[in-house]
């Protein structure tokens, strides 16, 4: 067992003694308060560790199942079974100990204590042990991190709870933050998921002054390069093609630097070549990238491969972009739900209704749209072909054709809402978005 350093949160109804501190008889919180999917949600992935729990009681045994079904343990290999300290004393008696123990106990007090050292006896030196205890006691907490007890849970416990511990032992919470991953598909091919990706993109850099990299995943035809007037001679596709060369300074040679705050990484956008390819050359490449920016835009391809799957569900957020008819009803459904299912300790996916209001086009309203779905829709955008053909024609963001559009104006505020975020120049576009949010709900 290792060692690590004593940190606990006092309750706030404990009693204190003469120098300050709890009282050593008082009770503690310690990781007990649920934690939010909010909070959650921005912590980093897990590493590749092993993970071997020892369940007394089967609510514990699904709050461990339901984290390893997250994809912030997606990468650890976690096993559940049933069983308590003496337990895994006795499994591990001739096999070597796996990168961190969790024991869960129905005992208290001393008893506690003399299960663990027959634990100690096998534990190779490098093996983390989570110890999940029925106690709420200051005394055995630090007695248990003296002995090398690395975290203490209070039952009950839930997988936010797990997720939330066992990142803490193993992403360095002085490390610098990792960026998010905005991952923004179509339900349907056509629907403008690519340019409102890229513009989202824009948005953050240029009126949020935040960091962002888009990075074009739809490899033989993205349109990332066209939509901001380059033409690199490298991208994402030298990266994903080899995925071990790929460090800060050959990220810096690949990347398009078009703002002072904006970064391109574009696709090949060619056929000479296929892209099946294996989904941890992606995640490979995407954890490099969130690691040099606040913010990373994602422009998905209309496809469902092992990889493009494995990108989606790892994301940090998803924006689903639909146009008002069948097919794209038919298939933003189908994404909510099998997010909904593999992502359940997530916020939900984001809904945008774009191309609303082709004149002479029956289309579903975008109320009932959302309904059938089960969501309300984040933003809808009135089809408005003049602004969106002039910016694809010339290069440009539709912010930089038509400042005053109410696209622009809708657009800023899904932007702003999609980060926590008011936009930080404030112009008379306010009066626009006033109008489009009584649009909206009326």
């Not at 709890?22 to 990781?31: C, F, R």
């Not at 209070?154 to 511990?165: A, F, G, K, R, Y």
């Not at 001679?233 to 060369?245: F, K, L, N, T």
Request: glycine share 6%; proline share 6%.
């Amino acid at each position: 067992m290792s060692n690590k350093t004593e940190s606990y949160q006092p309750d706030t109804n404990a009693t204190l003694g003469a120098d300050g501190h709890p009282d050593d008889a008082s009770p503690v919180k310690i990781t007990e308060q649920p934690t939010r999917s909010q909070q959650v949600s921005s912590l980093a992935p897990v590493p590749r560790i092993s993970i071997h729990v020892f369940c007394e009681n089967p609510e514990t045994a699904d709050a461990f199942q339901g984290a390893a079904d997250d994809r912030r343990l997606a990468k650890a290999h976690l096993t559940v079974q049933m069983g308590g300290i003496e337990t895994a004393s006795v499994h591990f008696q001739d096999l070597s100990t796996p990168n961190l123990i969790v024991v869960e106990t129905n005992e208290q007090g001393q008893k506690i204590l003399e299960e663990l050292a027959k634990l100690a006896a096998v534990c190779d030196p490098s093996t983390k042990v989570i110890v999940v205890g029925q106690t709420n006691d200051i005394t055995i907490y630090r007695e248990l991190i003296r002995q090398g007890v690395s975290e203490y849970m209070i039952n009950p416990i839930n997988s936010l709870q797990v997720i939330e511990t066992v990142s803490s032992l193993y992403v360095d919470p002085d490390a610098q933050p990792i960026g998010r991953n905005i991952a923004f598909v179509g339900a349907r091919g056509g629907v403008g998921s690519s340019s409102l990706a890229h513009n989202v993109g824009w948005i953050i850099a240029e009126r949020l002054k935040e960091g962002a990299t888009i990075v074009d995943l739809d490899l033989p035809f993205g349109t990332t390069g066209l939509d901001f007037n380059q033409d690199p001679a490298q991208g994402i596709g030298d990266a994903i093609m080899s995925p071990e060369r790929v460090d800060d300074v050959l990220l810096d040679r690949l990347l398009v630097k078009q703002t002072e705050r904006l970064s391109l990484f574009t696709s090949p956008s060619t056929l000479d070549r296929e892209f099946d390819l294996d989904p941890i050359a992606f995640e490979s490449v995407l954890d490099i990238v969130r690691k040099s920016v606040p913010y990373v835009i994602i422009d998905m391809p209309h496809l469902w491969t092992a990889w493009s799957k494995s990108v989606l569900l790892t994301a940090d957020d998803i924006v689903i972009v639909a146009s008002p008819d069948l097919a794209s009803l038919r298939n933003a459904k189908n994404y909510f739900e099998i997010l909904k299912s593999a992502r359940p300790n997530d916020n939900p996916a984001r809904l945008v209704i774009n191309q609303s209001g082709v004149p002479k086009r029956p289309e579903i309203p975008t109320k009932d749209f959302a309904e059938a779905i089960g969501v309300k829709a984040t933003a809808v955008l009135q089809f408005d072909p003049h602004t969106f053909g002039v910016a694809s024609n010339n290069g440009q963001m539709l912010a930089e054709v038509d400042e005053k559009s109410a696209v622009v104006a809708e657009l800023e505020a899904f932007t702003s809402e999609l980060l926590g975020r008011e936009p930080e120049k404030a112009t008379d576009k306010s009066s626009i978005f006033s109008v489009f949010k009584k649009k909206r709900s009326a």
